[in-house]
Protein backbone atom coordinates (compact mmCIF):
# COMPACT_ATOMS: atom_id res chain seq x y z
CA UNK A 1 0.00 0.00 0.00
CA UNK A 2 1.39 3.38 -1.19
CA UNK A 3 1.48 5.34 1.65
CA UNK A 4 0.49 9.37 1.05
CA UNK A 5 3.34 12.22 1.44
CA UNK A 6 2.23 15.02 3.92
CA UNK A 7 2.04 17.94 2.35
CA UNK A 8 5.12 19.91 2.85
CA UNK A 9 5.40 22.42 6.07
CA UNK A 10 4.65 26.38 4.73
CA UNK A 11 4.25 29.35 6.40
CA UNK A 12 2.19 31.19 4.25
CA UNK A 13 0.40 32.90 7.13
CA UNK A 14 3.66 34.67 9.33
CA UNK A 15 3.28 34.20 13.13
CA UNK A 16 2.30 38.61 12.46
CA UNK A 17 -0.99 37.84 11.15
CA UNK A 18 -3.97 38.98 13.18
CA UNK A 19 -4.65 35.18 13.59
CA UNK A 20 -4.86 33.39 16.90
CA UNK A 21 -2.04 29.94 16.82
CA UNK A 22 -4.81 27.44 16.28
CA UNK A 23 -6.31 29.30 12.86
CA UNK A 24 -2.86 30.31 11.59
CA UNK A 25 -1.50 26.69 11.99
CA UNK A 26 -5.12 25.41 10.28
CA UNK A 27 -4.53 28.18 7.47
CA UNK A 28 -1.25 27.10 6.84
CA UNK A 29 -1.97 23.44 6.77
CA UNK A 30 -4.88 24.37 4.61
CA UNK A 31 -2.74 26.34 1.69
CA UNK A 32 0.14 23.79 2.19
CA UNK A 33 -2.67 20.66 0.80
CA UNK A 34 -3.56 23.26 -1.94
CA UNK A 35 -0.15 23.29 -2.82
CA UNK A 36 0.90 19.73 -2.49
CA UNK A 37 -1.73 19.42 -5.19
CA UNK A 38 -1.27 22.25 -7.54
CA UNK A 39 1.41 23.64 -7.75
CA UNK A 40 0.26 27.05 -9.23
CA UNK A 41 -0.37 29.83 -6.67
CA UNK A 42 -3.81 30.96 -5.95
CA UNK A 43 -5.65 33.63 -7.39
CA UNK A 44 -6.48 36.99 -5.15
CA UNK A 45 -9.78 35.76 -4.93
CA UNK A 46 -8.99 32.26 -3.49
CA UNK A 47 -7.09 34.16 -0.79
CA UNK A 48 -9.40 36.32 0.03
CA UNK A 49 -11.72 33.43 0.88
CA UNK A 50 -10.04 32.66 3.51
CA UNK A 51 -8.87 35.77 5.18
CA UNK A 52 -11.28 37.15 7.92
CA UNK A 53 -13.60 39.89 6.42
CA UNK A 54 -14.64 43.01 8.17
CA UNK A 55 -18.39 44.00 8.20
CA UNK A 56 -20.08 46.93 9.83
CA UNK A 57 -22.33 44.43 12.77
CA UNK A 58 -25.53 43.08 11.96
CA UNK A 59 -28.33 45.39 10.70
CA UNK A 60 -30.31 42.32 10.09
CA UNK A 61 -30.91 41.52 13.88
CA UNK A 62 -34.46 42.10 13.78
CA UNK A 63 -37.24 39.45 14.86
CA UNK A 64 -39.55 41.45 12.91
CA UNK A 65 -37.65 40.89 8.77
CA UNK A 66 -38.58 38.03 7.03
CA UNK A 67 -35.63 35.51 6.28
CA UNK A 68 -34.70 36.88 2.83
CA UNK A 69 -34.47 40.13 3.83
CA UNK A 70 -32.07 39.09 6.45
CA UNK A 71 -30.32 37.32 4.13
CA UNK A 72 -30.07 39.66 1.22
CA UNK A 73 -28.61 42.03 4.20
CA UNK A 74 -25.75 39.77 4.77
CA UNK A 75 -24.74 39.35 0.75
CA UNK A 76 -21.05 39.40 0.51
CA UNK A 77 -19.88 38.70 4.48
CA UNK A 78 -18.15 36.53 6.04
CA UNK A 79 -20.04 32.94 5.89
CA UNK A 80 -20.53 33.12 9.94
CA UNK A 81 -22.59 36.38 9.60
CA UNK A 82 -24.68 34.67 6.61
CA UNK A 83 -25.17 31.42 8.83
CA UNK A 84 -26.51 34.31 11.55
CA UNK A 85 -29.05 36.20 9.30
CA UNK A 86 -30.55 33.17 8.73
CA UNK A 87 -31.45 32.28 12.66
CA UNK A 88 -34.65 33.56 14.24
CA UNK A 89 -32.93 36.73 15.83
CA UNK A 90 -34.79 36.05 18.86
CA UNK A 91 -31.27 35.17 20.96
CA UNK A 92 -34.14 33.40 22.81
CA UNK A 93 -31.71 30.54 23.80
CA UNK A 94 -33.62 27.59 23.10
CA UNK A 95 -31.03 26.24 20.68
CA UNK A 96 -28.58 26.97 24.00
CA UNK A 97 -26.35 29.66 22.34
CA UNK A 98 -27.51 33.21 21.30
CA UNK A 99 -28.04 33.83 17.36
CA UNK A 100 -24.20 35.04 17.04
CA UNK A 101 -22.72 32.21 18.98
CA UNK A 102 -24.97 29.71 16.89
CA UNK A 103 -24.14 30.63 14.22
CA UNK A 104 -20.24 31.00 15.05
CA UNK A 105 -20.31 27.41 16.49
CA UNK A 106 -21.53 26.50 13.20
CA UNK A 107 -19.07 28.13 10.77
CA UNK A 108 -15.98 27.46 13.01
CA UNK A 109 -17.31 23.15 12.77
CA UNK A 110 -17.70 22.71 16.88
CA UNK A 111 -21.62 22.19 16.27
CA UNK A 112 -22.63 20.12 13.72
CA UNK A 113 -26.60 20.20 14.51
CA UNK A 114 -28.01 22.70 11.92
CA UNK A 115 -31.99 22.41 13.41
CA UNK A 116 -31.74 23.81 16.63
CA UNK A 117 -33.37 27.01 16.36
CA UNK A 118 -36.83 26.43 17.32
CA UNK A 119 -38.54 30.00 16.33
CA UNK A 120 -36.72 29.37 12.87
CA UNK A 121 -38.25 25.96 12.23
CA UNK A 122 -37.91 25.02 8.57
CA UNK A 123 -36.45 27.73 6.72
CA UNK A 124 -34.13 28.27 9.48
CA UNK A 125 -32.99 24.63 9.28
CA UNK A 126 -32.40 25.29 5.08
CA UNK A 127 -30.88 27.82 4.97
CA UNK A 128 -28.48 26.55 7.67
CA UNK A 129 -28.26 23.49 5.50
CA UNK A 130 -27.31 25.35 2.30
CA UNK A 131 -24.98 27.02 3.99
CA UNK A 132 -23.33 24.51 5.25
CA UNK A 133 -23.05 22.43 2.11
CA UNK A 134 -21.36 25.98 0.64
CA UNK A 135 -18.72 25.71 3.18
CA UNK A 136 -17.85 22.31 2.75
CA UNK A 137 -17.39 22.69 -1.03
CA UNK A 138 -15.23 26.08 0.14
CA UNK A 139 -13.28 25.05 2.96
CA UNK A 140 -12.05 28.66 3.43
CA UNK A 141 -15.47 30.62 3.77
CA UNK A 142 -16.09 29.05 7.13
CA UNK A 143 -14.06 29.74 10.75
CA UNK A 144 -11.34 27.47 11.33
CA UNK A 145 -11.97 24.06 13.28
CA UNK A 146 -10.50 23.75 16.22
CA UNK A 147 -10.47 19.99 16.04
CA UNK A 148 -11.95 17.38 13.78
CA UNK A 149 -15.12 17.83 12.37
CA UNK A 150 -17.45 15.34 13.39
CA UNK A 151 -20.34 14.35 10.91
CA UNK A 152 -23.17 16.24 10.59
CA UNK A 153 -26.58 15.29 12.51
CA UNK A 154 -23.90 12.91 15.06
CA UNK A 155 -23.03 15.63 17.99
CA UNK A 156 -20.35 14.09 20.14
CA UNK A 157 -21.52 12.92 23.23
CA UNK A 158 -19.88 13.82 26.51
CA UNK A 159 -20.23 13.36 29.91
CA UNK A 160 -22.50 15.68 31.79
CA UNK A 161 -20.51 17.78 34.43
CA UNK A 162 -22.83 17.54 37.70
CA UNK A 163 -21.47 20.93 38.48
CA UNK A 164 -23.50 22.28 35.19
CA UNK A 165 -26.87 20.13 36.37
CA UNK A 166 -30.04 22.06 34.84
CA UNK A 167 -27.75 25.02 33.21
CA UNK A 168 -28.05 23.76 29.76
CA UNK A 169 -30.56 21.68 27.16
CA UNK A 170 -27.35 18.83 26.95
CA UNK A 171 -27.63 18.90 31.10
CA UNK A 172 -31.61 18.84 31.99
CA UNK A 173 -31.91 18.67 36.37
CA UNK A 174 -35.12 17.04 37.48
CA UNK A 175 -38.14 19.15 38.88
CA UNK A 176 -41.17 18.28 40.22
CA UNK A 177 -44.28 19.41 38.90
CA UNK A 178 -46.49 21.21 41.92
CA UNK A 179 -49.60 22.32 40.09
CA UNK A 180 -51.63 24.52 38.01
CA UNK A 181 -54.14 27.06 37.68
CA UNK A 182 -56.77 28.89 35.75
CA UNK A 183 -56.15 32.33 35.09
CA UNK A 184 -58.67 33.27 32.52
CA UNK A 185 -62.41 33.88 33.75
CA UNK A 186 -65.69 33.13 32.33
CA UNK A 187 -65.94 34.06 28.75
CA UNK A 188 -62.58 34.40 27.96
CA UNK A 189 -61.32 32.99 24.61
CA UNK A 190 -57.87 31.86 25.52
CA UNK A 191 -56.65 29.49 28.19
CA UNK A 192 -53.72 30.06 30.17
CA UNK A 193 -52.56 28.73 33.06
CA UNK A 194 -50.11 29.49 36.12
CA UNK A 195 -48.10 26.35 36.35
CA UNK A 196 -45.74 25.84 39.47
CA UNK A 197 -42.93 23.80 40.08
CA UNK A 198 -40.68 22.71 43.04
CA UNK A 199 -36.51 22.48 42.24
CA UNK A 200 -36.04 22.14 45.87
CA UNK A 201 -34.33 18.70 44.85
CA UNK A 202 -32.31 19.68 42.29
CA UNK A 203 -31.34 23.06 44.01
CA UNK A 204 -31.76 24.46 40.85
CA UNK A 205 -31.91 28.80 41.12
CA UNK A 206 -32.45 31.09 38.70
CA UNK A 207 -32.59 35.19 38.44
CA UNK A 208 -35.54 37.36 36.98
CA UNK A 209 -35.37 37.75 33.13
CA UNK A 210 -34.20 34.10 33.07
CA UNK A 211 -36.51 31.14 30.51
CA UNK A 212 -37.09 27.98 31.76
CA UNK A 213 -36.45 25.06 29.47
CA UNK A 214 -39.15 22.18 29.79
CA UNK A 215 -38.79 18.78 27.92
CA UNK A 216 -42.31 17.57 27.08
CA UNK A 217 -43.48 14.61 25.61
CA UNK A 218 -45.69 13.87 22.82
CA UNK A 219 -49.39 12.78 23.54
CA UNK A 220 -49.67 9.37 23.54
CA UNK A 221 -52.94 8.78 21.60
CA UNK A 222 -51.22 10.64 18.95
CA UNK A 223 -48.48 8.55 19.16
CA UNK A 224 -50.23 5.36 18.74
CA UNK A 225 -52.17 6.98 15.99
CA UNK A 226 -49.15 6.94 14.01
CA UNK A 227 -48.22 3.96 14.95
CA UNK A 228 -51.09 2.15 13.30
CA UNK A 229 -50.72 4.37 10.13
CA UNK A 230 -47.44 2.35 10.10
CA UNK A 231 -48.75 -0.51 10.07
CA UNK A 232 -46.16 -1.81 13.05
CA UNK A 233 -46.54 -2.61 16.59
CA UNK A 234 -45.90 -0.70 19.57
CA UNK A 235 -43.48 -3.00 20.63
CA UNK A 236 -41.23 -2.92 17.48
CA UNK A 237 -37.66 -2.23 18.46
CA UNK A 238 -35.57 1.01 17.32
CA UNK A 239 -32.84 2.29 18.91
CA UNK A 240 -32.87 -0.15 21.61
CA UNK A 241 -36.13 0.98 23.34
CA UNK A 242 -39.99 0.42 21.80
CA UNK A 243 -41.33 2.37 18.77
CA UNK A 244 -43.71 3.63 20.94
CA UNK A 245 -41.17 5.50 23.57
CA UNK A 246 -39.21 6.82 20.60
CA UNK A 247 -41.73 8.74 19.58
CA UNK A 248 -43.25 9.47 22.25
CA UNK A 249 -40.19 11.07 24.16
CA UNK A 250 -37.04 11.09 21.51
CA UNK A 251 -38.53 12.71 18.09
CA UNK A 252 -40.81 15.58 16.88
CA UNK A 253 -44.02 14.82 15.69
CA UNK A 254 -44.15 18.51 13.83
CA UNK A 255 -43.92 20.07 11.33
CA UNK A 256 -42.99 17.02 8.81
CA UNK A 257 -39.22 17.39 8.00
CA UNK A 258 -38.12 17.65 4.79
CA UNK A 259 -36.26 14.31 5.53
CA UNK A 260 -39.43 12.45 5.54
CA UNK A 261 -40.94 13.76 2.40
CA UNK A 262 -37.01 12.50 1.10
CA UNK A 263 -37.65 9.08 2.24
CA UNK A 264 -40.95 9.19 1.11
CA UNK A 265 -40.51 9.93 -2.43
CA UNK A 266 -37.82 7.34 -2.52
CA UNK A 267 -40.52 4.69 -1.73
CA UNK A 268 -43.31 5.61 -4.08
CA UNK A 269 -43.44 6.58 -8.19
CA UNK A 270 -45.40 8.84 -10.02
CA UNK A 271 -47.09 11.63 -9.27
CA UNK A 272 -46.97 10.94 -5.73
CA UNK A 273 -42.85 10.78 -5.84
CA UNK A 274 -42.58 14.26 -7.56
CA UNK A 275 -44.89 15.51 -5.11
CA UNK A 276 -42.79 14.12 -2.15
CA UNK A 277 -39.85 15.30 -3.74
CA UNK A 278 -41.43 18.93 -4.51
CA UNK A 279 -42.25 18.93 -0.70
CA UNK A 280 -38.44 17.70 0.21
CA UNK A 281 -37.45 20.82 -1.40
CA UNK A 282 -39.76 23.42 -0.24
CA UNK A 283 -41.76 23.40 -2.57
CA UNK A 284 -45.77 23.48 -1.78
CA UNK A 285 -47.52 21.59 -4.95
CA UNK A 286 -50.84 21.18 -2.75
CA UNK A 287 -50.60 24.39 -0.72
CA UNK A 288 -51.10 22.34 1.95
CA UNK A 289 -47.33 22.41 3.11
CA UNK A 290 -47.58 24.65 6.27
CA UNK A 291 -50.35 21.87 7.64
CA UNK A 292 -48.47 19.20 7.37
CA UNK A 293 -47.38 17.48 10.53
CA UNK A 294 -45.89 13.75 10.87
CA UNK A 295 -49.38 12.36 11.25
CA UNK A 296 -50.78 14.93 8.13
CA UNK A 297 -47.52 13.55 5.87
CA UNK A 298 -48.31 9.83 6.44
CA UNK A 299 -52.18 10.37 5.72
CA UNK A 300 -51.41 12.04 2.70
CA UNK A 301 -49.41 9.34 1.16
CA UNK A 302 -51.60 6.67 2.52
CA UNK A 303 -50.27 4.43 0.46
CA UNK A 304 -46.66 4.13 1.44
CA UNK A 305 -45.60 3.11 5.29
CA UNK A 306 -42.21 3.45 5.52
CA UNK A 307 -39.89 0.69 7.70
CA UNK A 308 -40.16 2.20 11.19
CA UNK A 309 -36.47 2.52 11.46
CA UNK A 310 -35.81 4.39 8.48
CA UNK A 311 -39.24 6.20 9.52
CA UNK A 312 -37.46 7.27 13.03
CA UNK A 313 -34.25 7.80 11.25
CA UNK A 314 -36.28 10.63 9.16
CA UNK A 315 -37.84 12.86 12.02
CA UNK A 316 -36.38 15.51 14.06
CA UNK A 317 -35.37 15.26 17.41
CA UNK A 318 -38.01 16.26 20.06
CA UNK A 319 -36.98 19.78 21.02
CA UNK A 320 -37.52 21.56 24.60
CA UNK A 321 -39.52 24.63 24.40
CA UNK A 322 -39.08 27.29 26.39
CA UNK A 323 -40.91 29.76 28.92
CA UNK A 324 -40.40 33.10 30.39
CA UNK A 325 -40.06 32.80 33.94
CA UNK A 326 -42.87 34.18 36.07
CA UNK A 327 -41.29 34.38 39.91
CA UNK A 328 -38.63 35.25 41.83
CA UNK A 329 -36.15 32.88 43.60
CA UNK A 330 -35.74 35.63 45.84
CA UNK A 331 -39.27 35.75 46.82
CA UNK A 332 -39.84 31.96 46.74
CA UNK A 333 -36.89 29.81 47.03
CA UNK A 334 -36.80 26.38 45.54
CA UNK A 335 -39.80 27.09 43.52
CA UNK A 336 -40.77 28.34 39.86
CA UNK A 337 -43.55 29.23 38.33
CA UNK A 338 -44.92 30.19 34.40
CA UNK A 339 -47.66 31.58 32.62
CA UNK A 340 -48.83 29.69 29.32
CA UNK A 341 -51.08 29.94 26.99
CA UNK A 342 -52.28 26.85 25.76
CA UNK A 343 -52.05 26.42 21.65
CA UNK A 344 -55.21 24.50 20.76
CA UNK A 345 -56.53 24.28 17.09
CA UNK A 346 -58.40 22.22 14.06
CA UNK A 347 -57.01 21.30 10.66
CA UNK A 348 -59.58 20.17 8.61
CA UNK A 349 -61.38 18.01 10.84
CA UNK A 350 -58.28 17.09 13.51
CA UNK A 351 -57.90 18.73 16.24
CA UNK A 352 -54.22 19.85 17.27
CA UNK A 353 -52.36 21.48 20.28
CA UNK A 354 -49.23 22.95 20.67
CA UNK A 355 -46.95 19.86 22.45
CA UNK A 356 -45.44 21.50 25.68
CA UNK A 357 -48.16 23.70 26.34
CA UNK A 358 -50.94 21.05 26.56
CA UNK A 359 -48.29 18.66 28.22
CA UNK A 360 -48.47 20.98 31.13
CA UNK A 361 -52.28 22.32 31.06
CA UNK A 362 -53.18 18.74 30.04
CA UNK A 363 -51.09 15.51 30.60
CA UNK A 364 -48.61 15.79 33.49
CA UNK A 365 -49.94 15.16 36.80
CA UNK A 366 -49.10 16.84 40.26
CA UNK A 367 -46.04 15.17 41.93
CA UNK A 368 -44.57 14.08 38.19
CA UNK A 369 -41.21 14.73 37.92
CA UNK A 370 -40.19 16.16 34.20
CA UNK A 371 -36.83 17.12 32.72
CA UNK A 372 -36.20 20.77 32.99
CA UNK A 373 -32.78 23.57 33.00
CA UNK A 374 -32.43 27.13 33.47
CA UNK A 375 -32.10 29.04 30.24
CA UNK A 376 -30.01 32.39 31.27
CA UNK A 377 -31.29 35.71 29.65
CA UNK A 378 -28.99 37.27 27.04
CA UNK A 379 -29.96 41.45 27.74
CA UNK A 380 -33.13 41.05 29.65
CA UNK A 381 -32.48 41.57 33.40
CA UNK A 382 -33.56 44.15 36.27
CA UNK A 383 -30.97 47.31 36.04
CA UNK A 384 -28.35 46.85 38.34
CA UNK A 385 -29.04 50.26 40.89
CA UNK A 386 -32.40 49.05 42.58
CA UNK A 387 -32.85 52.72 42.84
CA UNK A 388 -33.27 52.77 39.17
CA UNK A 389 -37.40 53.22 38.20
CA UNK A 390 -38.98 50.58 35.14
CA UNK A 391 -41.29 50.90 32.96
CA UNK A 392 -42.45 46.95 31.91
CA UNK A 393 -44.65 46.11 28.70
CA UNK A 394 -46.64 42.59 28.71
CA UNK A 395 -49.84 41.93 27.70
CA UNK A 396 -50.91 38.55 27.71
CA UNK A 397 -48.38 36.19 29.09
CA UNK A 398 -46.18 38.80 28.52
CA UNK A 399 -46.64 39.77 32.15
CA UNK A 400 -44.99 36.66 32.92
CA UNK A 401 -40.84 38.46 33.33
CA UNK A 402 -42.74 41.09 34.83
CA UNK A 403 -44.58 39.81 37.70
CA UNK A 404 -41.46 37.95 38.50
CA UNK A 405 -39.31 41.53 38.54
CA UNK A 406 -42.55 42.67 40.44
CA UNK A 407 -41.73 40.17 43.46
CA UNK A 408 -38.11 40.20 43.16
CA UNK A 409 -37.48 43.84 43.72
CA UNK A 410 -40.62 43.64 46.56
CA UNK A 411 -38.65 40.38 48.22
CA UNK A 412 -35.05 42.70 48.04
CA UNK A 413 -36.47 46.03 49.24
CA UNK A 414 -35.53 47.95 45.65
CA UNK A 415 -36.69 51.31 46.41
CA UNK A 416 -37.06 52.16 42.77
CA UNK A 417 -40.84 52.99 40.90
CA UNK A 418 -42.33 50.43 39.21
CA UNK A 419 -45.01 51.23 36.14
CA UNK A 420 -46.44 48.30 34.61
CA UNK A 421 -48.52 48.29 31.26
CA UNK A 422 -50.58 45.53 30.87
CA UNK A 423 -53.07 44.51 28.43
CA UNK A 424 -55.49 41.56 26.86
CA UNK A 425 -58.85 41.19 25.29
CA UNK A 426 -61.42 41.76 28.37
CA UNK A 427 -61.14 43.07 31.82
CA UNK A 428 -63.88 40.84 33.13
CA UNK A 429 -61.98 37.44 31.96
CA UNK A 430 -58.62 37.95 31.01
CA UNK A 431 -56.91 40.46 33.93
CA UNK A 432 -54.25 37.88 35.41
CA UNK A 433 -52.90 38.40 38.41
CA UNK A 434 -55.60 40.95 39.15
CA UNK A 435 -55.48 40.38 42.87
CA UNK A 436 -51.75 40.63 43.26
CA UNK A 437 -51.01 43.52 41.19
CA UNK A 438 -53.92 45.46 42.72
CA UNK A 439 -52.26 44.92 46.19
CA UNK A 440 -49.24 45.87 45.03
CA UNK A 441 -51.18 49.00 43.50
CA UNK A 442 -52.83 50.08 46.99
CA UNK A 443 -49.79 50.04 49.57
CA UNK A 444 -47.75 52.27 47.22
CA UNK A 445 -44.65 49.44 45.82
CA UNK A 446 -46.64 49.42 41.90
CA UNK A 447 -46.08 53.03 41.17
CA UNK A 448 -48.70 52.90 38.29
CA UNK A 449 -50.29 50.36 36.51
CA UNK A 450 -51.96 51.02 32.85
CA UNK A 451 -54.36 48.55 31.80
CA UNK A 452 -55.37 48.29 28.15
CA UNK A 453 -58.56 45.74 26.98
CA UNK A 454 -59.18 45.26 23.18
CA UNK A 455 -62.69 43.54 23.35
CA UNK A 456 -64.51 45.51 25.89
CA UNK A 457 -65.90 48.31 23.78
CA UNK A 458 -66.11 48.53 19.73
CA UNK A 459 -62.76 50.08 19.11
CA UNK A 460 -60.03 48.04 20.08
CA UNK A 461 -57.11 49.53 22.53
CA UNK A 462 -53.97 48.14 23.03
CA UNK A 463 -51.26 49.04 25.62
CA UNK A 464 -49.48 51.03 22.66
CA UNK A 465 -52.56 53.03 22.94
CA UNK A 466 -51.99 53.48 26.54
CA UNK A 467 -48.74 54.27 25.89
CA UNK A 468 -49.55 57.21 23.50
CA UNK A 469 -52.12 58.48 25.97
CA UNK A 470 -50.15 58.70 28.81
CA UNK A 471 -47.26 59.75 26.69
CA UNK A 472 -46.08 63.10 28.87
CA UNK A 473 -45.61 61.07 31.87
CA UNK A 474 -43.64 58.30 29.94
CA UNK A 475 -40.92 60.99 28.38
CA UNK A 476 -40.78 62.30 32.46
CA UNK A 477 -39.72 58.45 33.39
CA UNK A 478 -37.32 58.12 30.55
CA UNK A 479 -35.97 61.84 31.70
CA UNK A 480 -35.33 60.24 34.97
CA UNK A 481 -33.25 57.58 34.00
CA UNK A 482 -36.22 54.62 33.80
CA UNK A 483 -35.56 51.37 31.89
CA UNK A 484 -38.01 50.32 29.64
CA UNK A 485 -39.10 46.30 29.27
CA UNK A 486 -41.42 44.56 26.62
CA UNK A 487 -41.96 41.06 26.54
CA UNK A 488 -44.45 39.32 24.13
CA UNK A 489 -45.02 38.83 20.37
CA UNK A 490 -42.26 39.93 18.04
CA UNK A 491 -43.84 40.68 14.79
CA UNK A 492 -46.56 42.91 15.98
CA UNK A 493 -46.60 43.91 19.70
CA UNK A 494 -43.52 44.33 20.33
CA UNK A 495 -42.55 46.81 17.26
CA UNK A 496 -46.10 49.00 17.79
CA UNK A 497 -44.54 49.65 21.39
CA UNK A 498 -41.21 50.47 20.27
CA UNK A 499 -43.10 52.76 17.83
CA UNK A 500 -45.27 54.24 20.63
CA UNK A 501 -42.00 54.79 22.09
CA UNK A 502 -40.62 56.96 19.12
CA UNK A 503 -43.65 58.94 19.13
CA UNK A 504 -43.60 59.83 22.45
CA UNK A 505 -40.20 61.09 22.76
CA UNK A 506 -40.68 63.27 19.40
CA UNK A 507 -43.80 64.98 20.57
CA UNK A 508 -42.76 65.22 24.28
CA UNK A 509 -39.16 65.48 23.95
CA UNK A 510 -38.90 68.23 21.17
CA UNK A 511 -37.05 66.07 18.84
CA UNK A 512 -37.61 65.15 15.10
CA UNK A 513 -38.59 61.61 14.40
CA UNK A 514 -35.03 60.34 13.19
CA UNK A 515 -33.51 62.03 16.24
CA UNK A 516 -36.10 59.89 18.32
CA UNK A 517 -35.68 57.07 16.71
CA UNK A 518 -31.86 57.67 17.57
CA UNK A 519 -32.73 58.38 20.78
CA UNK A 520 -34.68 54.89 21.57
CA UNK A 521 -31.53 53.09 19.60
CA UNK A 522 -29.65 54.74 22.19
CA UNK A 523 -31.49 53.42 24.94
CA UNK A 524 -31.35 50.33 23.47
CA UNK A 525 -27.09 50.39 23.19
CA UNK A 526 -26.95 51.25 26.89
CA UNK A 527 -29.29 48.04 28.08
CA UNK A 528 -32.08 50.98 29.14
CA UNK A 529 -34.51 49.50 26.24
CA UNK A 530 -34.61 45.24 26.57
CA UNK A 531 -36.80 43.20 24.93
CA UNK A 532 -37.81 39.74 25.76
CA UNK A 533 -39.73 38.38 23.06
CA UNK A 534 -40.92 35.70 20.65
Not at 252 to 272: K, M, Q, R
Not at 402 to 428: C, V, Y
Amino acid sequence: MNQMTPPPKVEIIPSSAPFSEAQRSWLNGFFAGLLSDAPAPLSAEQGAAVMPEEDDGTPWHDQTMPIADRMKLAEGRPMRRKMMAAMAQQDCGQCGYNCNDYAEAIAGHTEPRLNLCVPGGKETARMLKALNEEMEKSPGTGAAPAAATPAVGKPVVEAADPSTLGRSRDNPAPAIFLDRRLLNGKGSEKETWHVDFDLSGCGLDYVVGDSFGIFASNDLGHVDQIIALLGASHNTEVRGKTLRDVLRYDVSLAPAPDSLFELISYLTGGAHRAKARALAQGEDPDGDATTLDVMAALQKFSHVRPHPEAFIEALEPLQPRLYSISSSHNATPGKLSLTIDVVRYVVGKRKRHGLASSFLADRIQPGDELKVYVQKAHGFALPDDPNIPIIMVGPGTGIAPFRAFLHDRKATRAPGRNWLFFGHQRSASDFFYADELNAMKSEGFLTRLSLAWSRDSGEKFYVQDRMREVGRDVWTWLADGAHVYICGDAKRMAKDVERALVDIVAQYGARSTDEAVSFVGDLKKKGRFQLDVY
